[in-house]
């Protein structure tokens, strides 16, 4: 190749290179923030804190409510709102007592507080959980025989579960866990069905009360509809009803509980008939980034971390390897770096926009870097916010929650903590 080619050609690439650089994405707060920062602050509020914005949330319940719409019972999902102050708004708002629960703290705390709930177990628990409840359980209006569904997934579970059934002389409801695709476990086979069925029927304290079909996945596989996906996992969820409708004949439970569902798919049931009466839900209620998904456009964003800012510098500097102007010569995102208070959550930055972490530097939980552009004026005390990537171990990292509302803060939220209290 001529000289001459070779430097046009150079200078051409770096041209085309230089305008493919990424563009500048920083801004200040939007006057949400804004305010938020400043309810932050007259709340003499000066750490890590998790926010929940109150009337958002009670948005998100109203729009639950009207894609729901009386088609279905509505469960809330507690693992993914882990705080009773929390879950008591939601039963309020929502009109249910209906409970999903994940963790057998949790489980003792719900049934001390909420006497009046119907709680089924989201997974099936290893049987010495299952006895720790009963041990821990310190009476009061819930009743554990009436109110309570365990729910088991094989048949040496219900074999378990009926030995300890046997000895504390305590009835149990057993609802059974469908594979209706997950492939999460749960039952895969009529055989696995009936054998537990015939366990269940022999068994003087525990009664079957329904199903629990999870089907996430029917909004995630990449090949075919969702739609399709779902009518599948709906027509193994009836084929599973008829088989036991079968064996059982009048045993059938009269009020048989068909549950399904979670946040990503619970407004694929908008229309149309299916095998379910009840859809469980919780994360769309506050909505982490993970449930950014067209199923759940009409939700609004209901949680964030509000950190400090602990320093503010004009420059990236980055030890041993001095490529920090080079790195925001490149990338105007990486003018300024921010030290925040904490970090390294399950969470994405939010505002200002256009804040990023910087892999070259590295994470840290004490003291997280955050680069941003030079039309991003944070100083230090200002308060960079955050949204959970998922809400039910994110919430339980910061104390109690900050209530947002009309413009302040207005109430604290704690949280569950892992003792059974
Ligand atoms: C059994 C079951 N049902 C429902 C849900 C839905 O919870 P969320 O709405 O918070 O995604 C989950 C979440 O993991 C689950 O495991």
Known sequence: MKRRSLIIGSAAALGLGWLLRPQEQGADHSPYFTDLSAALDRAQLAKPTLVVDRSRL??????????????????????????????????????????????????????????????????????????????????????????????LDTPERVKQYDELARALGQDMQVCIELDVGLHRGGVRSDEQLIAMLDLLTASEHLEFCGFMGYEPHIVKVPLGSAESHRDKAMAVYQHYIDVAQAHLGPQWPKEALLNAGGSPTYQMYNE????????????????????????????????????????????????????????????????????????????????????FNNSLYGRSTNQEMLNGSRNIHLQPDDWVFLRPTQSEFVFLQFGDIAVYDEGGIVQRWPVFDQEPG
């Open 272 to 355: 149309g008939n299916y095998p379910i009466n009840e859809l469980a839900t919780g994360s769309c209620l506050v909505m982490p980034t993970d449930f950014d998904m067209p199923t759940l456009a009409d939700h609004e964003q209901a949680c964030f971390i509000a950190t400090p800012v602990l320093k503010a510098l004009d420059t990236l500097q980055i030890p041993g390897i001095d490529l920090g102007a080079v790195q925001s010569l490149w990338d105007p995102n990486r003018a300024r770096t921010f030290f925040t208070y904490g970090g390294y959550w399950k969470a994405l930055p939010e505002s200002p926009r256009g804040l």
């Open 58 to 151: 009670l948005a998100n319940i109203r729009t639950l409510r009207g894609h729901i719409n009386d088609r279905f019972d509505y469960r809330i999902v507690v693992k993914s709102l882990p705080s009773l102050p929390l879950l008591e708004t939601v039963i309020e708002a929502s009109g249910s007592q209906r409970l999903m629960v994940f963790h057998q703290p949790f489980l003792n705390r719900v049934a001390a507080y909420f006497p009046q709930a119907d709680v089924l177990l989201g997974k099936p628990m290893p049987v010495a959980a299952a006895h720790n409840f009963y041990r821990q359980f310190a009476g009061g209006g819930f009743d554990p025989a009436r109110q309570l569904r365990w729910l």
